[in-house]
């Protein structure tokens, strides 16, 4: 290569002014220039033609794959794709997205924006040259849509007609987030920016007329499905004394627990036969365990019958006062459970004992370094 370079040199010196090194200078001129305009041109991926091939490349390895595995390739779905790859490349990558796949190229490749110029190199848009030409004529129409709504209140208080004040009812329904608003847009949009947005639509939303745009409003805004459902509470049961009771399952680590909670007690509890004390010495697994009875105010008014398996104390005592938590629903109002489920009283402990790793000493601490 570089003795081509210097037999050009040469060449060029020889030839000094002429037509011929005119002719040299253009082509490595526009060489040059070449590399430059496609590497200032962004990813080919922007182009057609490279989606188009990239379709082409995927149909193609979607046969061998389909080959691969003895299964029909006109009847080969993604799923079984995604099959196929996690067969064939194994991964023990948590992340799922740092794993190998195989999506069509239109999953792949994000959807990007028309030609925005004509052939005399003019912009279509005289927002072109703000860099974000599609968020601030978002902004312009909205901004025109709350000036409509406002146009609309004066005219009805020209004429005295009362206003519309029942508001919009936000309740189970969210603002697109960033990601999604840059997903309609197809550009960045920055965290202030997209602040200003949101809060421009709270605005609007906020004028008592606000309902004749409510078409528009529901383009930015999505339905939240329904997470929480009301937990049906079983009703107090009864033994052959007439003794009202309920029963409770709790699990905390390796540790299960079943606790039944009678009425009218005097706090006695026993687990496993044996009195709270002598089974768990320690001050903390006792205070754990009655935790749900002072929170309700209910120590000295209940007994309990518990019986556990698995884990340690504390695994058990935590199991215990699940049981023992949800067991006590029974015995208290909508309101008292709900207070009980915002304490977290009803909520599983997920934590468990983190793994050791190899090549450590344990689950996060290192070997100790030493330099010889």
Partial sequence: MAAAVGRVLRLCRRWGAGPRAQTLRLICTTTAVQKRNVGASGPEKYTEAFIKKQIEEFNLGKRHLANMMGEDPETFTQEDIDRAIAYLFPSGLFDKQARPLMKHPTEVFPEQRKIQWGEDGRPFHFLFYTGKQSYY??????????????????QLTAQDLP??????NLAGSRWLTKIELEEML?????????SRFIQLLQKLVA????????KYIQKFSKEVPVQLQKVVIEPLQH???????????????TARATAI???????????NGIDILHYFPVLQDREQLLFPFQFLGRIGKHDMVCTVSGGGRSAQAGAIRLASAKALRSFVTEKEVEFMRQAGLLTVDP?????????????RRKFTWKKR
Avoid: W
Avoid at 163 to 168: D, F, G, H, P, V
Avoid at 207 to 213: G, M, R, S, Y
Avoid at 241 to 247: C, E, L, Q
Avoid at 261 to 271: A, E, F, H, Q, R
């Fill in 186 to 194: 197809l550009e960045k949009v920055s965290d202030d920016d997209y």
């Fill in 239 to 253: 033994d052959e004394r007439g003794v009202a009771f309920s029963t409770g399952e709790g699990k905390r680590k």
């Fill in 351 to 363: 934590r468990v004992k983190e793994r050791k790793k190899p090549g450590q000493e344990g689950a």
């Fill in 207 to 214: 004028l008592p007329c606000a309902d004749i745009e409510e």
């Fill in 261 to 271: 909670v009678y009425d009218n007690g005097t706090g006695k509890i026993t687990v």
């Fill in 163 to 168: 206003l519309q004040k029942e508001k919009r």
């Fill in 137 to 154: 004529s978002l902004m312009h129409e909205t901004y025109e849509k709350f000036l409509n709504v406002q146009k609309h209140q004066d």
